[in-house]
């Protein structure tokens, strides 16, 4: 039997590879500066990849695309507001 690493209900799968939050803790307690308190976020991504692949494909921009929760956005009220600029003026 290993080294038990961490509890299985803890770990997260990235592109096949199991990740346990105690070792991302490791490294960044052995590192100057980071705080006590630290929070791990994962995101949906697997869709994203392909979507942006297609925009880009038929814009020739890379767009950063962002998926968010259905029904998150208001499509009820008046004409949809489909273009957000957050550019810097």
């Not at 039997?1 to 770990?11: A, N, S």
Request: glycine share 8%; charged share 30%; hydrophobic share 45%.
């Amino acid at each position: 039997m290993g080294k038990v690493v961490g509890r299985t209900d803890d770990m997260f799968i990235i592109s096949g590879v199991n990740i346990f939050p105690s070792a991302i803790e490791k490294v960044l307690f052995e590192m100057e500066g980071v705080e006590f308190y630290y929070q791990i976020a994962l995101e949906l991504t697997a869709f994203e990849k392909p979507v942006t692949e297609r925009l880009c494909s038929a814009l020739l921009v890379r767009p950063k695309v962002r998926l968010i929760e259905p029904g998150a956005l208001d499509g009820t009220a008046g004409k949809a507001k489909r273009v957000v600029d957050e550019r810097p003026s």
